[in-house]
């Protein structure tokens, strides 16, 4: 199997466990985790480590100040931006080995200005319920992450 070169992008995360669990999926997948400040926990709460068990001193993880900061240093070329508010599918997200997964934080999603920047580049995952406002962030990161898995494993095994 063909391993890819995603990261996963947390702009602001505000709950230590949720970004303990992505820190998880990503150690278990051979990913880099990237946090973009300000955060609403403290990195070293024991909330974290809990979410992330033993696993999280295996993380590759990354913090940047300010987005700014992240593109600059980065100059990502794939940026896959995954939010509510958007009119296409994560289904239709044209993943790549080298893509970067980007999520807002749980309660406030991506910062307005970028999804204004990159709305050609938002998807959303499909909710058929009017009872549910949004899915948790660790949910979606990891049904976003194993979409992108299954897309590129296909196309490894197309003639």
């Known amino acids: 199997m063909n391993k890819p070169n995603f990261k996963v992008v947390l702009v602001n995360p ?3 466990g949720n970004t303990g669990s992505i820190g ?6 051979g990913l880099e985790l ?8 403290d990195i070293s709460e024991k909330a974290v480590r809990r979410a992330g068990l033993d696993y999280w001193k295996h993380l590759n993880l990354t913090e940047y100040d300010t ?5 600059d240093e980065r100059n990502p070329q794939s940026l896959l931006f995954f939010e509510n508010h958007s009119e296409k599918s994560f289904y239709s997200a044209p993943y790549d080995s ?3 997964f980007v999520f807002g934080c749980e309660t406030q ?10 709305r050609d580049q938002t998807y959303l995952l499909p909710m058929f319920s009017e009872h549910i406002r949004s899915l948790n962030l660790s949910n979606t990161v990891t049904a ?7 897309v590129i494993q296909n196309q490894a095994f197309r003639p």
Request: proline share 7%; net charge negative; glycine share 10%.
């Open 34 to 41: 990237i946090l973009i400040k300000p955060y609403g926990f």
């Open 98 to 100: 080298n893509s970067y």
């Open 67 to 71: 987005w700014k900061d992240f593109i």
């Open 14 to 16: 505000e709950i230590p």
């Open 24 to 29: 998880r999926t990503c150690v278990a997948l």
């Open 144 to 150: 976003t992450l194993y979409c992108g898995l299954g």
């Open 109 to 118: 999603g991506l910062p307005v200005e970028l999804v204004d920047q990159y």
